[in-house]
């Protein structure tokens, strides 16, 4: 159905944001990136209003043309580490990969590997990753922090998030994990725990981030500009052993308790 087509335009500094923002909140039917970074892309309906600042909105007329795009001829397999890769199941794999390949289809929910804050939390969670037997992502998104620890084969994963869309998105990723609408407080108890929000959202979660943890294997969380990692370090009951840092991001690992 595509009478009901529109197309906009974003520029400025949260455009990029802004469009993560809409993949959580609405159905995205696609998007292309222009060379100076205006996005342009199609909804059934009305945008809804962009809580950023700095992003400009025009409307453009949907032409003919539009509804041959598939919003897919951009994509690639995105290398995380040597031996890590993230791809939509429209992407090949690249011939001479080998390791662990996450397949996220791009669209319904944050989370397909694009975002350097999930990149960070992937890199770190691969580097410290220790096969515990019970995983919990917190704000799961697509579910792609959950997926790798089900395709390192950890038995118990769960995962939550406060939106529907995006609980439904990682339910269809992986049918066998548990996954909760709501934060935190609505999992169980589990050895390690992956949380990528933003700084505020951390903070606000982190009681129950921690009451989650269970100490056995590393917490690992992400989304924190550099001016932000100290305010959430300070809360945390260990010191980080292990950090990366995709740009602006950082993802931090706290070891388990000995
Ligand atoms: C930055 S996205 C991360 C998605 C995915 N985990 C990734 O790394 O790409 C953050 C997600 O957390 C969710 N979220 C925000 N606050 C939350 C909370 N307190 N509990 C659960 N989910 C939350 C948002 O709806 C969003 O889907």
């Not at 950890?154 to 066998?176: F, N, R, S, Y």
């Not at 548990?178 to 390690?192: F, I």
């Not at 989650?212 to 305010?231: C, I, T």
């Amino acid at each position: 159905m595509t009478a009901d087509w529109r197309a906009f335009e974003l520029v400025g500094a949260d455009a990029a944001a802004a469009l993560d923002w809409l993949h959580v909140h609405v159905d995205v039917l696609g998007v292309l990136e222009a060379d100076d970074g205006a996005l342009q892309l199609w909804l059934h309906g009305p945008l809804p209003p962009l809580p950023f600042a700095q992003v400009q909105v025009r409307e453009l007329a949907v032409q003919a043309a539009d509804f041959g795009h598939t919003g897919r001829e951009q994509d690639i397999a995105i290398r995380i580490a040597d031996d890590l890769l993230v791809r939509p199941p429209w992407v090949e794999r690249p011939p001479a990969f080998r390791g662990v390949e996450l397949v996220v289809p791009r669209g319904s929910a944050f989370g397909s590997g694009e975002h350097a804050s999930t990149q960070a939390a992937l890199r770190l969670l691969h580097r410290v990753w220790d096969a515990p037997a019970r995983f919990a992502d917190v704000g799961t998104g697509s579910g792609i922090l959950a997926l790798y620890a089900s395709v390192r084969g950890c038995p118990h994963v769960q995962a939550c998030d406060i939106e529907a869309p995006a609980v439904a998105a990682a339910q269809q990723l992986m049918p066998a994990a548990t996954v909760r609408l709501g934060g935190p407080e609505s999992l169980a108890p589990a050895d390690a725990v992956v949380a990528n929000l933003t700084a505020a959202e951390l903070h606000a979660a982190l009681p129950a981030i921690l009451a989650v943890w269970q100490r056995r294997s590393p917490l690992v969380l992400s989304g924190m500009r550099a001016a932000e990692v100290d305010g959430v370090l300070a809360r945390l009951p260990a010191a980080p052993f292990a950090r990366e840092v995709v740009a602006p991001f950082t993802a931090v690992a706290l070891p388990p308790a000995r």
